[in-house]
């Protein structure tokens, strides 16, 4: 690997530092509602963030991608536009996002990590991989209602019989855009800027509320 | 409200996601240098406004980020065909008005392109033949 | 039968009403009761209630005429509070409940002792087209003391004064075929291409679904059109590929398939949207619909015949009298006319009869009527009366007889003896019209039909109309049309559909005698001498104001309409616009189609605010983003400015030492004094930033930027300038080469993504050969200025970057530890003073902001927010874009000659256009400083500048003021300005007059006001 690139480790020891997630400051000012709890009834839809994964934006062509991350990672990038890849155990996942754009997720303290295995098995290739991890936030949104709180919010077809698991798309989220997709067949995944994150969690709020939404206090990842 | 087929997401997308950026196929000079200021002007803020067939270009803006090209009846509003940025039309106007002549000759019915005449502007064939020459 | 004491009108038997339970209402201040199933207007109706409104122009009382969205008169504002106000609810369309309140919308000070009669008189008994302008312009001055009364009395309701306590929203829906109707051929037609597979979206307007068969006469396979409603809708409902919505009104019908419905969720319920589990539900939801494929069926409206005093309570169309007896139980009067150009329009004196009422006659305009609904008649013991039509209603608050006379239809003359009928209610029936307004909006035009009498919607591609909606009426017929559109809306798809007869259910045939076309019935008196014969109830548009228009040279349909007021409005002429159309023909001597139609207009019927705005209302009206120390700001009570959709601390007001709160000069002085003195922090994460990588970063760079990049070394940071190809400032900020092939580019706040789309712009069209990656990574980074003569003091405990200033020198950039995470550390300056740009990943911004701040204590550091920094770079001649910039400044204009290369090998953006003829011209705008001869006088921002105050008025303009301020450093007033040839103009003086009066002097200076030899940031 050149020195042509400054490849830079600015992700600190979360024991020693204070790391604040995207919706720390919503949390503080919108609350949390409990799911279930408004109610006593069942929350039709539900949201939880999962907070400080490594995010990467992997830039360059598919061929030469694609080699490096199956030798790295282990998995392929997607072949198709709008589709999304997970691991075996539905922590990593790449993301189609453009020709020439895919987003890696992986758990936050493997980020540099990869970026640096990934540079090294690329060598001199034109790519570029950039790390956007603080920038944006994974919010998840499961329950029966999970899809209608959804159409109120995006212009794109999220039937569940069109937007099939294994769909991933950047598009219009309100007045904002996000990355949305569906890992599995319970769960919607929706990655929102940070600088937005606030808007979203208020408007999910808003627009759950027919529903019943709560927010679901530890993230999936966090209480493996 | 378009539905636009991006052609790079390989699929129709609803128009809020796009930004339209005016006419496609305007080439800056090779050397601005050599142009004399009515050339120049004419590259910065000269555009076509046809009645009919226009080629322009649109930018996934909430999507994919890439440019591309839409050819569109400024009538119907109807998009004819969408292609990806270094590529030509299918659809010109020229392309129309010789598939009317055709028509007309063979006296079949096809007042839909003929109404109200097309202008020929923008990728016109004479402009795509002597783009393609230039890059051959 | 007998009838209820309390609903007079009402019938004992009949209709899908529950009678076991009343309704309490209120209508104009006036307590009645109804029943669940009824509408306002079959409770009106049931109670009798004959005058509903009054009329927009001539203040007459009106009366309901129609059972649905056609109804012009029965245009009410309903609402129990104030806060629930909600206008222009058709009565006809609002379901009945409990606790209900409406009142008439025209009228006042009521429909009753009302104020426009009185204007009414003023134009005599005809006022013609433009009467209001005729009448009252002259003298024109006067116009502004009636205006005030007659908008008063005029319009259709009006809107709440207190917030609406409901919420709405949107729902964006995908369909592979929409379908406009649930009568019998929309049923028909979603069936047929949900059992297809097809994933079918089916909406109807009316409470119930099912059109036409809701109160029909007809069997489907020798039952109750009923049962067969009820049999498809539970087969519909069992197709999960199938989106049933009642209530819910296709409004408009936009490009490429897009529809817009609005849904009434809960305005059957109450005044207000229930809670549900306890959590609040929208009361109304506008659907935007993309769909694949679009099926119309729509029905049709029945035009009423154009008679004299057709608008007298009692007037009604023969269908909704049909409609009120077989919906609702009830027959809105005793003794039955009924005028007709047609057999379906007996069904009304069938049913009247049926009811116990008396049907005085039957007057049928055919001189020969001859199907089987007549011979119903005949053999029922109706009187028929040929060749015949009502040429007058008499009555004044409601109809007592009807003048019958045997007519001409197409010598337009009254042929025969008048003979007049005593009645209570007059029904007429001139035909149907085909609801062609979804179609029109697509902007196909409206084709006449001679054999329907009609116009029906032309073809477009991927829009299908079917049933009445194209003109087939009879119902086995619709059906069947039904089916086939449904086939062919899938086949089209791509889905295996077939019409297959044996799912149609049977009809017994009806032989239907051909109708004549009546439009306006003849009067024995001229159309401008007779009684009003109304054409548009809605605008009170009369066959004698459509005759005036075309006497006065009004040819065109579309000028007649407009000079009218015919089809305007909410009504968008779903009754009028055929009779119109037909009048305007009669008198300009032409034929229907040779004189046209007008194009119908979105929306259908009105759509409430609410349900247009959805949630993007109040906090969510717009995002508002925030950078990682919002929280921080907000318990700091900063006061915020909005930079784009950020939000930034304006400033820090502090208590004084009087208890009160500083005012933002104070606030301000104070952090500009902490800045050039000791040391402020800014959070700037809001500027824009790129990270570029590739091995034609520089390149690159190099084409889009006005300045040079081949020798910025790592480590090392560069302004840069960046114009449009016109030449013109559009951006600017700071660039760091991390790496050789590795930058990193900053950008002004609000030009982030337009920024990064010219980036993206110009490498994709113009040089894709070029190997260059661009990433937004703005929000990964949190960025805090640290900034003042004490700025390297206090970093150095908490930083292990050497801070020295040979080590670390002004414009360049080192990674460290800052309070324990990893940091890059930028030496650049937009005050003036030493700085340093702390960038962390945001996930840390608190944790190191709240480090410098515990450091900071000892140093007294200072937030500082926007309105602050603005000071101190206007202080320094540092512009910013967009606000000393407006797009037509030029890197030279701003006197930045150092930022432009003219001599780099590749012709980048913008240096062609800077040597045209107008860029290089004198007398250019440029900016310089300006001194105000007053240091206490603070220029405004925007003043225009003059050279001579004395010059006569208009005075020639030499340029604006485009940054003023007041400094606390110079103790003076100062600004920034584009100047006509400012740069030769300096220390000439300039005068700015104000609009009261003051002229301020000021003297044209350099633009950097402190520290021009730029000595501070270097130490």
């Known amino acids: 690997m050149s020195n042509s690139v400054h490849v830079y480790d600015a992700r600190a020891d979360h024991a020693t530092v204070t790391a604040e997630s995207p919706l720390a400051y919503s949390y503080q000012r919108s609350g949390m509602p409990a799911p279930g709890e408004a109610s006593g009834e069942k929350s039709r839809a539900v949201i939880g963030e999962r907070a400080f994964l490594g995010h990467l934006i992997l830039r360059g062509g598919a061929i030469v991608l694609d080699e490096a991350l199956r030798e790295v990672l282990g998995i392929g990038l997607p072949g198709r536009p709008n589709s999304l890849t997970v691991d075996a155990d539905g922590q990593r996942s790449v993301q189609w996002l453009s020709p020439d754009e895919w987003l890696l997720i992986v758990p936050g303290d493997e980020t540099f990590g990869l970026e640096t295995r990934l540079r090294a098995h690329l060598g001199e290739a034109h790519v570029a991989i950039v790390d956007v991890s603080a920038g944006q936030t994974l919010i998840e949104l499961s329950g029966e209602a999970a899809h209608e709180v959804l159409m109120k919010s995006t212009v794109y077809d999220v039937d569940p019989h069109a937007f099939t698991v294994g769909t991933g798309v950047t598009t219009l989220f309100a007045k904002t855009n996000v990355i949305l997709r569906r890992p599995d067949e319970s769960r919607w995944e929706l990655i929102v800027r940070r600088s937005f994150a606030d808007y979203v969690y208020r408007w999910l709020l808003d627009a759950g509320e027919e529903y019943g939404i709560g927010v679901a206090r530890e993230s999936r990842h966090e209480s493996q | ?136 | 039968m007998s009838q209820s004491a309390s609903q007079p009108n009402r019938l004992t038997q009949g209709g899908q009403v529950d009678r076991t339970q009343a309704l309490t209402f209120t209508f104009n201040g006036r307590s009645y009761t109804g029943h669940p199933g009824d509408t306002l207007a079959s409770a009106l109706l049931a109670n009798g209630v004959d005058l509903v409104n009054r009329s927009f122009k001539y203040s007459r009382p009106r009366g309901i005429v129609a059972a649905g969205a056609e109804e012009p008169n029965a245009v009410v504002q309903l609402g129990a509070t104030e806060a629930t106000q909600v206008p222009n609810v058709r009565a006809t369309q609002q379901a009945l409940y409990d606790g209900l309140v409406a009142r008439s919308t025209n009228g006042w000070p009521d429909a009753q002792r009302d104020m426009m009669r009185w204007i009414g008189k003023l134009g005599g008994p005809f006022m013609p087209p433009g009467f209001y302008y005729k009448t009252f312009m002259a003298p024109a001055s006067m116009w502004m003391t009636y205006e005030k009364y007659i908008r008063k009395t005029a319009g259709l309701g009006r809107s709440p004064t207190q917030p609406d306590p409901d919420i709405y929203d949107h729902m964006h829906r995908h369909c592979d075929l929409l379908v406009v109707g649930a009568g019998p051929a929309g049923l028909s037609a979603a069936l047929t291409a949900a059992r297809a597979g097809a994933r079918v979206l089916l909406c109807d307007e009316q409470e119930t679904m099912g059109g036409s068969l809701l109160d029909t006469r007809e069997t489907l396979d020798d039952q109750p059109a009923a049962q067969w409603l009820k049999t498809t809708l539970a087969a519909l409902a069992e197709h999960d590929n199938v989106t049933l919505l009642p209530r819910t009104t296709a409004h408009g019908y936009h490009d490429h398939h897009f529809v817009t419905l609005h849904e009434r969720r809960t305005e059957h319920l109450g005044d207000s949207a229930p809670s549900q589990a306890g959590h609040r539900q929208p009361r109304s939801r506008l659907h935007r619909v993309r769909a694949g494929q679009v099926i119309l069926a729509t029905g049709a409206h029945e035009r009423p015949l154009v008679y004299a005093n057709n608008d007298v309570p009692g007037n009604l169309l023969a269908g909704a009298v049909s409609t009120y007896i077989r919906r609702y139980g009830v027959a809105s009067g005793h003794k039955l006319v009924l005028s007709t150009s047609n057999d379906h329009a007996y069904r009304a004196a069938l049913d009247w009869k049926e009811a116990g009422r008396e049907v005085v006659a039957i007057v049928d305009a055919r001189t020969a009527p001859e199907g089987d609904l007549v011979a119903q008649a005949k053999a029922a013991g109706i009187r028929v009366i040929t060749g015949s039509a009502v040429l007058e209603a008499k009555g004044e608050q409601r109809v007592s007889a009807a003048r019958v006379a045997a007519i001409d239809v197409d010598a337009f003359k009254v042929t025969g003896k008048v003979e007049t009928l005593a009645c209570d209610t007059i029904a007429s029936s001139g035909g149907y019209s085909p609801v062609i307004h979804l179609a029109s909006h697509t902007g196909a035009r409206p084709v006449w039909n001679d054999a329907i009498i009609g116009f029906v919607p032309s073809t477009v591609a991927g829009v299908a109309a079917t049933g009445a909606a194209r003109g087939v009426y009879p119902l086995g017929e619709v059906l069947a049309d039904g089916v086939e559109a449904g086939a062919n809306a899938a086949t089209t798809l791509g889905f295996a559909a077939s019409v297959d007869d044996a799912t149609l259910p049977r009809v017994a045939a009806r032989h239907e005698g051909s109708a004549c076309a009546l439009f306006q019935v003849p009067h024995e008196k001229a159309t401008l001498r007779a009684p009003k014969q109304f054409v548009d109830l809605q605008n009170d548009v009369t066959a004698a104001a459509i005759d005036v228009a075309t006497r006065e040279g009004f040819e065109s349909i579309e000028h007649v309409k407009r000079y009218t007021a015919m089809g305007f409005g909410t009504d968008q002429g779903k009754l009028g616009n055929i009779n119109g159309m037909a009048v305007a023909a009669r008198c300009l001597g032409q034929s229907i189609p040779e004189t046209g139609t007008t194009v119908f207009r979105p929306n259908y019927t009105p759509v409430t605010f609410g349900a247009i705005v959805g949630r993007h209302c109040r906090e969510l009206f717009d995002p508002e983003r925030y950078t990682p120390m919002q929280a921080w700001h907000v318990a700091r009570g900063a006061e915020f400015e909005d930079v784009g959709q950020w939000k930034r601390p304006w400033y820090y007001p502090r208590k004084r030492a009087d208890g009160g709160l500083e005012s933002m000069e104070e606030a301000v002085a104070r952090e500009c004094r902490s800045v050039r003195e000791g040391v402020g922090i800014l959070d700037a994460s809001t500027l824009g930033k790129i990270d570029i990588q590739g091995p034609d970063a520089r390149e690159f760079l190099g084409r889009i930027y006005t300045n040079k990049w081949q020798k910025l070394a790592p480590g090392r940071v560069r302004y840069g300038l960046m114009c449009g190809d016109d030449g013109m400032v559009m951006d600017d900020g700071t660039t760091s080469c991390l790496a050789e092939n590795h930058f990193l580019m900053t950008t002004t706040t609000g030009n982030a993504a337009p920024v990064l789309e010219w980036l993206e712009l110009w490498h994709q069209t113009e040089w894709p050969e070029l190997e260059v990656y661009f990433n937004s990574v703005t929000d990964h980074w949190a960025t805090m200025t640290v900034t003042g003569p004490e700025a390297r003091k206090l970093l150095t405990d908490l930083t292990d970057i050497d801070l020295d200033r040979e080590a670390f020198k002004f414009m360049d950039w080192r990674e460290g530890q800052v309070a324990g995470v990893p940091a890059r550390v930028f030496r650049i300056s937009f005050t003036g003073e030493l700085a340093f740009e702390i960038n962390v990943q945001a996930h840390y911004a608190m944790h190191v902001w709240e480090a410098l701040f515990a450091r900071g204590e000892a140093f007294n550091l200072t937030p500082y927010g926007t309105e602050t920094m603005h000071v101190l770079r206007a202080e320094k001649g540092f512009i910013i874009v967009g606000q000393d910039t407006d797009g037509s400044v030029t890197p030279e204009d701003l006197g930045m000659h150092w930022a432009i290369g003219y001599d780099k090998p590749f012709p980048w953006v913008g240096k062609r256009a800077l040597t045209r003829s107008d860029t290089r011209r004198d007398g250019r705008k440029q900016l310089v400083g300006l001194k105000p001869k007053d240091p206490g006088v603070v220029l405004e921002e925007g003043a225009q500048i003059v050279f001579d105050p004395n010059h006569a008025i208009p005075m020639p303009m030499v340029g604006h003021v485009t940054s003023s301020y007041y400094s606390p450093t110079l103790e003076s007033g100062f600004a920034l300005a584009v100047v006509k040839g400012g740069h030769q103009r300096m220390g000439e003086s300039v005068y700015l007059p104000m609009a009261d009066g003051r002229v301020h002097e000021a003297e044209i200076v350099g633009t950097q006001f402190v520290d021009p030899k730029g000595e501070r940031q270097h130490v």
């Open chain 2, 1 to 136: 409200m378009f539905h636009i087929y991006c052609p790079y997401c390989e699929e129709l997308r609803e128009e809020e996601e796009f930004h339209p950026k005016g006419q496609a196929h305007i080439a800056r000079p090779e050397e601005p240098d050599a142009c004399n200021d009515e050339e120049w002007g004419d590259y910065l803020f000269f555009r076509d406004n046809p009645r009919g067939i226009h080629h322009e270009m649109w930018l996934h803006a909430v999507g994919c980020r890439k440019f591309f090209n839409i050819t569109r009846n400024t009538v119907s509003y109807e998009i004819l065909e969408t292609y990806k940025m270094g590529e030509q039309p299918t659809i010109t106007a020229e392309h129309l008005a010789r598939e009317e002549k055709t028509a007309r000759e063979e006296k079949t019915d096809s007042a839909q392109v003929a109404e109200g005449g097309q202008q020929t502007v923008g990728a016109s064939d004479a402009a795509v033949a002597s783009i393609k020459g230039a890059q051959a």
